[in-house]
């Protein structure tokens, strides 16, 4: 029987680990915040959705929240104003955020982009980042409301902000782009 040395077994319980909470090794190694700010900001963002679940009045499948260095990004669709301000009050209860930030359009009944538009959007603007060698696109976070396109993130430079932003603009079907990228302090 073939035993792992110590430091190896410990490695790759750590990649599982890591692994297992929903971040990698590599999303680590490429991102622009710190080891600590990202970890930070992935149990703020675990907080709120888990929050949000618990929630009687937000209904988790409409809202989405992620955090870069304890600012908080609230995206999707609502129903009432009662929904918004109870979202963002739970948001701004979780210790280590610093500010709170909303992109929630009020739900359509009617509306012409339903999920399958929305998911085919999120896939053409994710592919277009991913073929530009300029840009960390793993990086950069897509949200899709209403065939409208929603950047977050934290990017290295100005040009990789601008040309993520005009990757986004040029896919068919993007009603628009909102860019809340932001460029390493």
């Not at 600012?71 to 709170?100: C, F």
């Not at 592919?127 to 897509?142: F, G, M, P, R, Y």
């Not at 990017?155 to 782009?177: D, L, N, Q, T």
């Amino acid at each position: 029987m073939h035993r792992l040395s110590f430091p190896i077994l410990m490695l790759l319980l750590l990649g599982l680990a890591v692994s297992a909470g929903g971040c990698t090794v590599y999303d680590v190694a490429v991102e622009e915040r710190t080891v600590g700010d990202y970890a930070s900001d992935e149990k703020i963002t675990f907080i709120i959705e888990k929050d949000f679940l618990a929630d009687d009045m937000v209904k988790y499948l409409d809202f989405d929240a992620s955090s870069y260095e304890g600012l908080v990004y609230i995206t999707g669709e609502y129903e009432s104003r009662a929904q918004v301000d109870r979202a963002v009050k739970i948001a701004k209860s979780v210790e280590g955020v610093r500010s709170v930030t909303t992109y929630l359009l009020p739900k359509k009944a009617n509306d012409t982009c339903g999920t399958t538009d929305n998911l085919q959007l999120y896939a053409d603007v994710k592919n277009a980042l991913v073929q530009d060698k300029d840009i960390w696109s793993t990086n950069i976070e897509i949200k899709t409301v209403q065939c409208n396109v929603v950047l977050l993130g934290i990017v290295g430079s100005a040009s990789e902000r601008a040309k993520a932003e005009a990757h986004a603009r040029a896919v068919k079907g993007a009603r628009s782009v909102k860019s809340f990228l932001r460029i390493k302090r």
